[in-house]
């Protein structure tokens, strides 16, 4: 007697639209509004509202984007598959259309950092294929060119040329050491082995950046005192004497240092570099 080969499991018959319209994670949405504002404040615009807009469809056109490779790549149309190709669509089209028309309304050209960040999202997008968006690199490279959206909607608006990159820079550093800091102290929540000295490191050469770029009077000075904040935060959320929290309340304090990096750098270009 042949035993019966197991059948892979079955997608339910009917998905809600949420979720395949709106991403989980919680993380994604301080990415996403940190640039929008930051931008906003250093340049605002009609052009740059728009732009705004734009990266706001991008940032929820990449979840059914996602759910539609990973069932492609396995040869595989389940019902969340048409859907996933529905929503990405209105998504995608949002995008379009809110991109034509900050080109229309725009003081300055702004498409350079967005040019420069494409390469970087395609990284996030080419590890999204193949089920593997949770690794460290695509979470980063992701966070990395939503980033971008700063510089593109400051320099729409007319802001210097030096404040836009800088922006994204500070933005960059943030999210990348954000991303290390919160894998490292899940790990170490767990029992794993986290290499917290490595994430230290990454933190401390962010701190040299931003104190170089307020040198160079490309960001305000304030800049080097949240990521001086952000490394007493890794020293302490990494040592023996913290308290383990899940993930999901990792998640919500992350929101809270995002939140207080973007009015820190808000008061600081408001100051003046």
């Known amino acids: 007697m042949t035993s019966a080969r197991p059948h892979p499991p079955e997608l339910p018959a009917t998905v809600p639209w949420r979720a395949v319209a709106l991403p989980a994670e919680h993380g994604g949405w301080g990415f996403l509004t940190e640039p929008v504002v930051l931008g906003l404040v250093l340049a605002p615009s009609a052009a740059g509202l728009c732009l705004a807009l734009a990266a706001l469809a991008a940032f929820l056109a990449r979840h059914p984007l996602r759910l539609w490779l990973i069932d492609r790549r396995k040869g595989a149309r389940y019902p969340r598959t048409a859907l996933a190709e529905r929503v990405f669509a209105v998504y995608a089209a949002a995008t379009l259309a809110l991109a034509a028309a900050a080109f229309a309304l725009a003081s300055s050209p702004f498409w350079i950092p967005l040019a420069v960040a494409a390469p970087i999202?395609?990284?996030?997008?080419?590890?999204?294929?193949?089920?593997?968006?949770?690794?460290?690199?695509?979470?980063?490279?992701?966070?990395?060119?939503?980033?971008?959206?700063?510089?593109?909607?400051?320099?729409?608006g007319g802001a210097p040329a030096a404040f836009a990159w800088g922006a994204w820079a500070l933005l960059a550093l943030r999210a990348v050491t954000s991303v290390l800091y919160v894998r490292a102290r899940i790990r170490l929540d767990r029992g794993l082995p986290a290499g917290p000295r490595a994430v230290h490191a990454g933190h401390a050469t962010a701190l040299a950046a931003s104190t170089g770029l307020a040198g160079a009077g490309w960001v305000p000075w304030l800049a080097p005192?949240?990521?001086?904040?952000?490394?007493?935060r890794s020293g302490w959320g990494l040592s023996r004497w913290r308290r383990p929290v899940r993930p999901q309340v990792l998640g919500f304090q992350e929101l809270g240092y995002g939140l207080l990096t973007l009015v820190l750098l808000v008061i600081g270009y408001r100051l003046g570099p």
């Open 121 to 156: 999202g395609l990284v996030a997008l080419a590890f999204d294929a193949r089920g593997r968006s949770r690794e460290a690199l695509p979470e980063a490279a992701g966070a990395v060119a939503l980033g971008a959206s700063a510089a593109a909607i400051a320099l729409a």
């Open 225 to 232: 005192v949240v990521f001086l904040v952000l490394l007493l």
